[in-house]
């Protein structure tokens, strides 16, 4: 029961919410939902008249009223005037910044009436009716047949004198015959935009109060589930600080629920009446710019692959630049700034169905739930550019793309803990399957769970080999309890250079360790001379220790990488001819009296000219038919060793040269001749031995 409940809890989840959803569309802008198809074709305004007297409310349903209205500029026309000059014919709804004025357009700070008579059945006469009116810019006083019936905020006709402010209403009234005047004083002096940005909604007051309770019910069923939702994952986070996108998640959560509360039926407002309007506008813009950054955050936590850092970041940082518009200016300046900030919602919309098409097809879980949410509200989005700009006709829609991409990401989160907390069970019997991570990551592997027996991938890396020097005989002197501490406390120095360096710990060999490096073989040969310095370094600081020292040697190549072993027993290893040569580079520091030795495919890598080579000569390895070229690192040596080596490798490397071109003799002087004046240089004396 408990495994049936988790699986199809994210489901019920996304199916209460979308009902919530597909109810509130139901009651959208149009005013139309309650009617089928089929039913004829609401009548429009024209020139200030809508003719209703064949429409019936109760079989019709509601209707908005739109059309071309009568508008007057910069004039309150006494709403008792039947006729007058000063008014012309404007598309309803709509603001004023779209009005044609002599070669542009009006502004958007202003005043004016606006006026429509709407003809309604005889049967009407005397009914209780209901007008709904939502989102006017941004204050009004509503005329029904010239008695003042509704009004929000102050209308004047400057800004001292004007108020604004935000608060849907239905206005309730009994039409004494079969015409309805409505006449709209408005005013705007503290937005961008003015005017009416949505249709006046008529009906019966019934269908206006299910209309209005619907509406209402929905978004508080909206807050409240996405508050949950918030705090839920916020729990999470500060129960286990690593789960940074359920942080990032909670974030957006809460920003959503709180722009909730200011749109729509604008419920901040019939909770706190007195709210400020100015602040209720900062926190409208400020949900904006804080919960989209959250959301590409968000996804970059969660698909971290195919996420790129800088992106999310970036948006963050442009977005606060907004945000600080927003806190510093009035609305008049800072409602300005979202036409600007749709270049980045488009820019970052695009990089999150990016991030999400790559994670889809690389089969991530949950990507493709997201990526269905993200192209519906990348769409949607752009839909509302385009009708803000007048471009298109539609609606604003993008609250329904947020909201539907929100129960996406709620549904995917929710599979992705509960699949978290079921594999909690799984690594309880699966530890001693660990391998490293990086090589994971090399396998193509999200989780350690993934791999299997068999699992292998061919690539070219740089193998690395480090050992203690004389640990067999060192190790003879101490307890085995002291030579575990002994090791532990060394690994604790050389293992983070790797790291560092862009490797990383395949093995640890008793005192030895077999390192790799993806990502080319500069790294590692730094990450040699960073070892001897470390050593030196673990030296001084462990003076409980007898002194040790370490042998490095470095090779690179093609080497297949993969998981052998069995069912009850599985191991990650590297099988390659250039592993073996590694290893015997590693024990020819023992005769050469190098400290650090690369393979001739490893020098030809290096274009790091600071670093300091010595050419050894070419070694035959045991288990292998060529031999191989052999140079010594000398910037790992102590200085004076060093500085002795440097001074004559020229010498030396001519000397190497004329024993391979077959002059022994040649050779052989110039080696004696090293050899007397360097009698420290071990490489030297052994090309002495070999030609003797």
């Known amino acids: 029961m ?27 802008r149009s ?26 409310f109760m079989r019709d349903g509601k209707i908005a009223i739109e059309g071309t209205w009568l508008f007057s500029w910069k004039r309150f026309v006494d709403p008792a005037e039947k006729e007058g000059e000063g008014f012309f014919s404007v598309e309803q709804p709509g603001i004023w910044n779209k009005i044609p004025f002599l070669e542009g357009y009006y502004p958007g700070d202003g005043y004016g009436t606006l006026r429509v008579s709407v003809k309604i059945p005889a049967e009407y006469v005397g009914v209780m009716m209901g007008l709904r009116v939502t989102h006017i810019y941004t204050a ?66 019934r269908q206006m109060m299910a209309l209005r309770e619907r509406r209402i019910m929905a978004e508080m069923i909206t807050v409240g589930i996405l508050g949950i939702i918030g705090l839920y994952h916020l729990m999470i986070f500060l129960l286990r600080r690593k789960e940074r996108s359920a942080l990032f998640f909670s974030l957006y959560c809460f920003a959503i629920s709180l722009r909730t509360l200011l749109l729509g039926e604008r419920l901040l407002y019939f909770i706190l009446p007195r709210f400020p309007w100015i602040l209720g506008q900062k926190l409208d813009y400020l949900t904006v710019y804080l919960s989209f950054p959250l959301m590409l955050f968000f996804i970059s936590t ?18 606060g630049f907004f945000s600080l518009a927003v806190i510093l200016f009035p609305a008049v300046v800072f409602t300005r700034t979202l036409v600007y900030y749709f270049v980045v919602i488009v820019a970052g919309g695009s990089y999150v169905v990016t991030v999400l098409f790559l994670a889809a097809r690389r089969r991530r879980s949950g990507a493709r739930m997201l990526l269905a949410g993200g192209i519906l509200f990348f769409l949607t989005g752009l839909n509302d550019i385009l009708y803000n700009n007048g471009i298109i006709q539609t609606t604003y829609l993008s609250t329904t793309g947020l909201v539907f991409f929100t129960v996406m990401q709620t549904v995917v989160l929710s599979y992705l803990f509960t699949r978290a ?18 090589f994971l990551n090399f396998l193509g592997k999200d989780d350690i769970v993934e791999i299997g027996l068999g699992d292998q991938v ?119 001819d250039v592993v073996n040569v590694a290893s015997r580079l590693e024990g020819l520091n023992k005769e050469l009296g190098s400290a650090i030795t690369v393979s001739g495919t490893v020098f030809e890598e290096i274009h790091n000219e600071s670093l300091n080579f010595r050419y050894l000569g070419r070694e035959k390895i045991r288990g292998r038919q060529e031999p191989v070229a052999v140079y010594e690192l000398l910037d790992g040596d102590d200085p004076v060793i060093r500085d002795m080596k440097l001074t004559s490798r020229a010498s030396f490397e001519e000397a190497v040269i004329l024993a391979e071109e077959g002059d022994r003799e040649g050779a052989a002087t110039l080696f004696r001749d090293l050899q007397k004046r360097f009698p420290r240089d071990r490489a030297v004396a052994r090309w002495v031995e070999k030609l003797s």
């Open 458 to 576: 061919h690539g070219r890396l740089t193998v690395l080999f480090s050992d203690i020097r004389g640990f067999t005989r060192l190790s003879e002197t101490m307890t085995p309890d002291a030579s575990f501490h002994f090791i532990n406390d060394f690994l604790e120095y050389t293992g983070p250079v790797i790291r560092r360096h862009g490797g990383f710990i395949d093995k640890y060999i008793g005192d030895a360790i077999m390192a790799l490096f993806p990502k080319g073989a500069e790294g590692a040969v730094e990450a040699a001379v960073a070892l001897r310095e470390e050593t030196r370094r673990f030296n001084r600081e462990h003076a409980n220790y007898p002194d040790v020292d370490i042998g490095v040697s470095i090779n690179t190549g093609t080497i297949m990488l993969g998981i052998i072993g069995e069912k009850e027993r599985l191991e990650s290893t590297v099988i390659s």
């Open 2 to 28: 408990k495994n049936y409940f988790a699986r199809f809890f994210p489901g019920m989840i996304a199916v209460f919410l979308l009902s919530i959803l597909l109810l509130s569309c139901s009651s959208g």
């Open 140 to 205: 009004y006083r509503l005329y029904i047949n010239g008695v003042l019936t509704a009004e929000n905020g102050t209308v004047g006709t400057n800004a001292d004198e004007s108020v604004p402010q935000y608060l849907p209403q239905v206005v309730f009234f009994q039409p004494l015959d079969e015409t309805v005047d409505l006449v709209f004083h408005l005013s705007n002096y503290h937005h961008r935009k003015g005017g009416l940005a949505e249709p006046v909604i008529l009906g019966t007051d």
């Open 302 to 319: 969660l698909y971290p692959r195919e996420s790129h850092k800088r992106i999310p970041r970036a948006t963050a940082v442009v977005s």
């Open 31 to 56: 005013g139309q939902g309650s009617r089928s198809a089929a039913q004829k074709e609401a009548p429009r305004a024209s020139h200030g008249i809508l003719d209703l007297s064949n429409w019936d």
């Open 421 to 438: 907390y079921s594999l909690i069970e799984i690594i309880n019997t699966s530890l001693w399957r660990f391998v490293p991570r990086e």
